[in-house]
């Protein structure tokens, strides 16, 4: 890579060469000798025009006559002896390098060597070129000490002689770079870069722009300063593509750098779209059974199971150890470094079995070849607890005078986790604390990895009784996540939200487990500590679930939603009354249980208590079997009272008071349980006894919002399901026009071939129901809109984004299908193939969930729909981009009818959706309702607000009212309201 370092200075060194030689070549006095003298000099002349020419083989060619001559003239000037041997020497390191093989290496080295030896002038500017020639070799051979010292020399000189802007002192500086890089003496690297790169600039020397900022980039990754080696590659490469372009092995490593810098700050998606176009070029450029391709797999491997992509992972690396296999057998070193990366993703998906025999056979294909295992398969192979591998590694590691000091601490760590495996805490804790103290001096360590460092010393401080300790890690976990959640809002893609949201979980559930742990042992002073962190890490679960800010990032100012995630403890208690009482439900894996169990309780706070109380409530099979029983509607009234038994008694017996205010926020499988109409002993619900508030989460209580008055309504009712052709493409072009449409996806990719069994039937009642409402509506002087027969289509429902509609009601069909259901159905198999990105169930459910537009049975049916036109089957994932942040009231008038009744899961997608879009609140019902009384709750609910009433008054007197004239809680109960 060296070899172009000097075509730009080769005139002016030989100029100066020929001058210095000239004089002395044709001073001699005896005929005979000046003859042999005029022919030797001759023939260095041609070895020089041939420099000059980048002819280095004819160069070669005439500095060998001449070294012929010379050998013969044992008594020869030895200025010209050594220039002959530098010529050669040059000649020699430049065809290999212009062939890129390193043949003539070592001889082109010895002439050199000889050369310098036998120069008497150690000042001038042909002792500083054979000096920096002899450095850039020592470089090739990896003697870079030895290096440093003649490029040094060739430094002073050029400096003294040429100046400290031409382009000879700037090449040098940059070989010193190098050499200084591989000594892993980042610092140095960067500073003699940051001196030549402004010269090369000047210059306009596109070749060593290019390589300084490479060197820079790769420098400050070494240092951890990721983001500094982002912005440097990314000049390398501009200047590397416009030079070579995409196919050049140099740009194509280099992409490979950048790809692996954005991994290290985490931002996983940009990674992976990098490692993704890497090895798409270096198939093309290398071609497949090479080793660059099985780098660039393995990179783009590494990148998906960083984000917990298992069975990807596990593809890529099948796929480079059979490449590996192919290309070196199954005794090489590469094919077992390839198989070793495979046992630990195996190990990781819990295949153990297949791991450990691909483990052990990569471990006796490294003995055999007495190889020195790199920092990626070390990680590999002992990452299910080899003690000896580790204490070797942390052995060398230590011997190691210019050792990584961030690989010391991630093997102090792996020994750690062998003890924790051993239940040794004395020694996991002393071994992690040394690994922490090393880390915390470390720039831009990877927060995953903190997280789970610190995540393990929590568990041991705990477990050997060490509780300040314990509650101080707890605490430092608990801020790390915060400022990383802050991050995200900023940041931070899709991909990086799961793998923090995954490690979130995993925290707080972890620390509900521990509160009941520190119960049990009386341990109250150091419960109370950790108490507010479980409340606000509820509160910053929440937030992730429903990722309300993730689309609102589009619309509001992020410093305010920053401050949503910092929302804490004696914020929500300020916003509290004496009569008020919080409550967040929170599922978690439950330690008691020696399966994985999911439990569910409930953290209280209330404005007179110092610190939340935290209530087991039941586990997650024995709240299941009550949902059972209330979708099948046996015995309704009981089934809701056992529920409350599972869930309120305790809570209503020893926390509330009558005509208490309270405000809960569901999770889990709480969501499809009707919480507020659960039935108490005399007969009387939840609501009854208390004002029960539905949240998405109890930090609503301390956000403020604008109150909103209403001015226009969009109602949906009396929909025509089935369209013919002509009329949708009418209703759809009154909407091409408009900015709307075009900013959101639609999902057309439909099978031809579908043919579906049954189709969405027409809804009686729901026109009547939404003429009602607009008479009211307007009688209060609020415009209003009805979308019926053809017009409440698609089009027409993704226009309302943006306008400011206060009320939207929806009296249609609404959907949610299970994956395995949805799977079956050809409607969702397009969608479903989304599946690849492994996008997470959460996500995936707003694909599987939604409402049912005019013209929409066309698409559910498998039918062509025209061109150009919205398919009427509006998804949750489509909902979620619109911006609705002016409507305070959403109404899902949703019928249960056939396959196309809303299940309490599907209920969720399309909340989760309405809130991501902006809306306040949310009327929906959670079980089967007939089209009647559907009609006649709708009614009396808008006549009760309209009439003065706040919105849950209304609500509540409409449900009771339903109530008075059809006692059976299946008319009534499932209906809900959630702010």
Not at 54 to 67: G, H, K, P, T
Not at 311 to 329: L, M, T
Not at 369 to 377: E, F, I, S
Not at 451 to 469: A, V
Request: proline share 1%.
């Amino acid at each position: 890579m060296y070899y172009s370092n000097f075509h730009s200075i080769k005139s002016t060194v030989i100029l100066l060469l020929f001058i210095t030689f000239s004089g002395n070549i044709m001073s001699q006095n005896n005929q005979q000798s000046y003859s042999k003298e005029d022919s030797i000099t001759f023939y260095v002349r041609s070895a020089e025009q041939m420099f000059a020419q980048n002819e280095y083989q004819q160069m070669l060619q005439f500095a060998s006559l001449a070294q012929a001559m010379i050998d013969k003239e044992p008594e020869f000037d030895l200025n010209i002896i050594a220039f002959n041997h530098a010529l050669i020497g040059i000649a020699l390191y430049e065809l290999d390098m212009k062939q890129d093989v390193y043949d003539h290496v070592e001889e082109a080295h010895s002439h050199l060597k000889e050369a310098i030896t036998q120069y008497k002038d150690t000042t001038d500017l042909v002792y500083g070129t054979i000096s920096h020639y002899i450095g850039t070799i020592e470089t090739n051979l990896k003697d870079y000490k030895s290096a440093i010292r003649h490029i040094e020399k060739a430094i002073t000189i050029r400096k003294k002689i040429l100046g400290a802007t031409s382009m000879q002192y700037a090449v040098s500086l940059h070989n010193l770079a190098a050499c200084h890089f591989h000594l892993k003496q980042y610092e140095k690297t960067i500073d003699l870069e940051k001196e030549a790169l402004p010269i090369f600039v000047e210059n306009k020397n596109q070749l060593y722009i290019a390589t300084a900022h490479k060197w820079l980039g790769k420098s400050y990754a070494c240092l951890g300063k990721n983001h500094l080696a982002i912005q440097s590659t990314k000049q390398a490469l501009i200047t590397c593509k416009e030079m070579f372009g995409e196919k050049n092995p140099d740009y194509i490593y280099m992409l490979n750098d950048l790809g692996l810098y954005y991994n290290f700050i985490e931002e996983f998606a940009e990674s992976i779209k990098i490692s993704e176009n890497v090895c798409t070029l270096a198939k093309d450029v290398f071609g497949e059974n090479c080793q660059d391709y099985i780098t660039a797999l393995s990179n783009l491997a590494y990148n998906h199971g960083w984000l917990g992509h298992l069975d990807i992972a596990i593809k890529y690396f099948k796929e480079c150890s059979n490449i590996a296999e192919r290309i070196y057998g199954d005794n090489h070193v590469e094919y077992a470094k390839s198989i070793a990366h495979l046992s630990f993703y195996l190990a990781e998906n819990r295949q153990q079995k297949a791991s450990a025999l691909l483990r052990q056979k990569a471990i006796t294909i490294f003995k055999r070849n007495n190889t020195v295992l790199d920092n990626k398969v070390y990680f590999s192979l002992v990452s299910k607890g080899n003690k000896k591998l580790i204490e070797s590694r942390l052995n060398a590691l230590r011997r190691d005078s210019v050792a990584n000091q961030y690989q010391i601490a991630s093997t102090l760590m792996q020994l750690a986790e062998y003890y924790t495996d051993k239940d040794d805490c004395q020694n996991a804790i002393y071994y992690h604390e040394e690994s922490l103290a090393i880390f915390d001096n470390l720039p831009e360590r990877r927060s995953i990895e903190n997280l789970k460092q610190l995540d393990l010393l929590r568990s041991e401080y705990l477990f050997c009784n060490k509780y300040s300790l314990y509650i101080q890690t707890v605490k430092r976990e608990h801020e790390l996540l915060k400022t990383i959640l802050k991050k995200q809002l900023t940041s931070l893609n899709n991909d990086d939200r799961l793998e923090y949201s995954k490690a979130a979980y995993s925290f707080y559930q972890e620390l509900i487990n521990d509160g009941f742990y520190l119960k049990e042992l009386h341990e109250t002073e150091y419960l109370k500590s950790i108490k507010s962190i479980i409340y606000e890490g509820c509160l910053l679960l929440k937030g992730l679930v429903l990722n309300i800010e993730q689309s609102s990032l589009l619309y509001k100012n992020s410093s305010s939603i920053i401050s949503n995630y910092q929302i804490s403890l004696q914020e929500i208690k300020e916003n509290l009354s004496a009569n008020d009482v919080s409550i967040e439900f929170i599922s978690y894996s439950d330690d008691r249980y020696e399966n994985d169990v999911i439990s569910y309780a409930a953290i209280i706070t209330k404005k007179d208590l110092e610190n939340p109380l935290i209530v087991q409530i039941a586990t997650e099979e024995l709240l299941k079997i009550g949902i059972h029983k209330i979708q099948q509607s046996d015995s309704l009234s009981l089934d809701l009272h056992r529920l409350y038994n599972h869930i309120w008694r305790f809570i209503a017996e020893n926390i509330l008071s009558t005509n208490n205010n309270v405000y809960f926020s569901a999770s889990g499988v709480l969501h499809q349980i009707p919480l507020e109409s659960l039935i108490i002993d005399d007969g009387k619900t939840m609501s009854d006894i208390y004002h029960m508030h539905r949240l998405s989460s109890t930090r609503e209580l301390a956000l403020k919002k604008t109150p909103i008055k209403y001015k226009k309504a969009a109602l949906y009712g009396g929909l025509n399901y089935d369209m013919a052709d002509s009329d949708m493409r009418n209703e759809s072009s009154k909407y091409q026009q408009g900015n709307n449409t075009g900013l959101f996806s639609t999902s057309r990719g439909l099978l031809e071939d579908s043919i579906r069994g049954h189709k969405w039937i027409q809804l009686g009642n729901t026109l009547q129901e939404v003429e009602y409402i607009k008479d009211l509506l307007e009688k209060k002087h609020i415009a209003a809109n009805i979308f019926k027969g053809n017009s409440g289509n698609e089009e027409s429902f993704k226009a309302l984004s943006g306008q400011e509609y206060n009320i939207i009601h929806l009296a249609t069909h609404g959907f949610f299908y299970p994956d395995e259901d949805a799977k079956k159905k050809d409607y969702f198999k397009p969608i479903l193939m989304q599946d690849e990105l492994n996008l997470n169930q959460v996500d995936m459910s707003l694909w599987r969930s939604g409402l049912v537009l005019s013209g929409g049975n066309r698409a559910w049916k498998g039918n062509r729909i025209p061109e150009e036109v919205e398919d009427g089957i509006l998804k949750s994932q489509e909902i979620k981009d619109m911006d609705l942040r002016g409507a305070d009231l959403v109404v899902l008038s949703a019928c249960h009818t056939g396959q196309g009744e809303v299940t309490s899961e599907g209920v969720f997608g399309l909340q989760r959706a309405f809130k991501m879009a902006g809306v306040q609140t949310i009327v929906m019902s959670l079980t089967e309702v007939d089209d009647q009384t559907t009609m006649a709750m709708m009614n009396k609910f808008y006549a009760n607000l309209l009439s003065g009433q706040s919105k849950h008054d209304a609500f509540y007197n409409a449900q009771r009212y339903i109530r008075s004239i059809k006692t059976d809680p299946i008319y009534w109960a499932g209906w809900i309201m959630l702010d």
